[in-house]
């Protein structure tokens, strides 16, 4: 278990509004990662951060955007959800203080669900 | 052509069997390969790094074939608690990003 904790696990929302996503860790990992996993399409980056402040986009960042204001936090806005993000949403951590993602750790996923 | 490639199965095999996976990259610079193991509705969890020489862990084993840009996941005597989707990961090259597959699913029947 790498103290990760990700909320809320599940999520109804209607296309247009605004949701975000929170991950949160215990351990002071550097590095954070939001995935999302879609049935034929599998896990696909979405941003990732590595350091407080300092984020990147990953292969699927357009309708996201992340922050990240303490270690410990890293959140994922969709600033007006559409129906293709229905998605579940997996927030991750490396433990190897590199960009290498070796032990990445995931969360325990956010089902989203746009309507 | 996807970058990460996985027959996405299902491969259903008895209790006992020997089943092997294979994973194929596109990007010849790629260093850090890994398989992960996720079970129904939970999340993907690291099961083993693959390495140049090859590796095992119990009844696991992993190889990497640079050549043809392909990595393997071998399970010998497959349990009935092994049945679950394993997703191969690759980097584009060192220090970049992982890509995942989508998965192969496993069910082993008794």
């Known amino acids: 278990d790498a103290g990760i904790t990700q909320s809320p696990r599940h999520k109804v929302t209607e296309t247009g509004t605004p949701v975000t996503l929170r991950c949160h860790q215990t351990?002071?990992?550097?590095?954070m990662y939001w995935y999302r996993q879609d049935p034929g399409h599998g896990l696909r980056l979405i941003h990732y951060?590595?350091?407080?402040?300092?984020?990147d986009k990953g292969e699927v960042s357009d309708g996201y955007s992340v922050s990240r204001s303490k270690t410990e936090d890293f959140l994922l806005t969709l600033e007006s959800a559409t129906s293709s993000q229905t998605s579940v949403y997996f927030c991750?951590?490396?433990?190897?203080?590199?960009?290498?993602?070796?032990?990445?750790?995931f969360g325990s996923g956010t089902q989203l669900s746009v309507l | 052509r996807k970058e990460v490639e996985q027959d996405p199965g299902p491969f259903n095999v008895p209790e006992g069997a020997t089943v092997a996976f294979n994973c194929t990259y596109s990007n010849s610079a790629s260093q850090s390969f890994f398989w992960y193991r996720q079970d129904c509705r939970k999340e993907p969890k690291l099961l083993m790094s693959v390495y140049s020489s090859g590796n095992e862990d119990g009844r696991f084993t992993a190889q990497l074939n640079r050549a043809s840009q392909y990595i393997s996941l071998l399970i010998r005597d497959s349990k009935l608690s092994d049945s679950a989707t394993y997703l191969c990961a690759v980097n584009k090259h060192a220090g970049n990003m992982l890509t995942f597959g989508g998965g192969t699913r496993l069910m082993v029947k008794p």
């Open positions: 951060s590595y350091g407080v402040k300092d984020t």
């Open positions: 351990e002071n990992h550097r590095y």
């Open positions: 991750a951590i490396s433990t190897t203080g590199t960009l290498d993602n070796e032990k990445l750790f």
